[in-house]
Nanobody, 131 residues
Framework: QVQLVESGGGLVQAGDSLRLSCAAS????????MGWFRQVLGKEREFVAA??????????YYADSVKGRFTISRDNAKSTVYLQMNGLKPEDTAVYYC??????????????????????WGQGTQVTVSS
């Protein structure tokens, strides 16, 4: 069992930056692939970014809409995954969720964008970007 708690959301202006954190407790954090998703009320939850558990540093994946602006990273010593968000736009407004996945690297590489790939979810943190 893994518990995930997101933090760092807030209200910012377009062009600003935010860093979201997701603290994990429970089983070995370093063995989990991690992802960030976001959801706007009335819409489906969408993939934002992911990082695998590879001991060589973690391969990262991004949605096209955030590539070049957002950066996902992890600190296994702190059992925390981060999402650095730069150049925020009003369309980035959403509730952001982190998620943990137990699958192997090959399976994760094929499925990291899918909601049902992940085993554990946090409660979400609101990000609002004003224009």
């Amino acid at each position: 069992q893994v518990q995930l708690v997101e933090s760092g959301g807030g209200l910012v202006q377009a062009g600003d930056s935010l860093r979201l954190s997701c603290a994990a407790s429970g089983r070995t954090f370093s063995a989990y692939n991690m992802g960030w998703f976001r959801q706007v009320l009335g819409k489906e939850r969408e993939f934002v970014a992911a990082i695998n558990w590879s001991s060589s540093g973690g391969r990262t994946y991004y949605a096209d809409s955030v590539k070049g602006r957002f950066t996902i990273s992890r600190d296994n010593a702190k059992s925390t995954v981060y999402l650095q968000m730069n150049g925020l736009k009003p369309e980035d407004t959403a509730v952001y969720y982190c998620a943990a996945d137990r699958s192997g690297l090959y399976a994760f590489e094929r499925n990291y964008e899918r909601n049902n790939e992940y085993d554990y979810w946090g409660q979400g943190t609101q990000v609002t970007v004003s224009s």
